[in-house]
């Protein structure tokens, strides 16, 4: 199992990785080390972080990495599509994956900010419904719904 998951890890990291340089290359900015290590360590994350706890986890594998330079590599994953950020309310933003997730949307509590993500085919089918009556062609799309969670409750 272990041997499995560490292959599905390593195509996603290497598809994403290849994002990543093609994006770099196209703005003409240097594919680094660092770029890597955060790159592997976001990928790596089972959940939404924030800059904050991305950052503690790539601190742990080198000291040297500063929060800025994370927090503008999380931008730059934004960029080239490999994040999405997701804002509540006064909450610290916090990111995602998208490289190997399908698309899902989200129920997010406003008290203690749980995310729970929702798949739902029903929901696909009425946005397009939405878009195709509206003679509107959609790119990408995002659901958020806020709320109390029922832990909260």
């Known amino acids: ?23 770099l290359k196209d703005r003409m900015l240097r594919h680094t080390k660092q770029r890597d290590l955060i790159l592997d360590a976001f990928m790596s994350a089972r959940n939404h972080m ?4 991305l950052f503690e986890i790539v601190r742990r594998r080198d000291p040297e ?11 730059l994953f934004c960029e080239c599509g490999l994040a999405d950020e997701i804002k509540v309310g006064r909450q610290r933003t916090r990111f995602e994956q998208k490289v190997g997730h399908e698309h899902h949307d989200h129920l997010i509590c406003i008290k203690c900010g749980r995310f729970i993500e929702v798949r739902d085919e029903r929901l696909e089918k009425l946005q397009e419904g939405l878009a195709s009556a509206n003679g509107f062609t959609p790119l990408r799309h995002k659901l958020e719904i806020y709320g109390i969670c029922n832990k909260c409750h």
């Open 1 to 23: 199992m272990v041997l499995i998951i560490s292959m599905k890890k390593k195509v996603l990291l290497d598809k994403a990785g290849a994002a990543l340089a093609h994006h």
């Open 50 to 53: 924030t800059a904050d706890e």
């Open 65 to 75: 990495i500063g929060y800025a330079t994370v927090c503008r590599n999380l931008h």
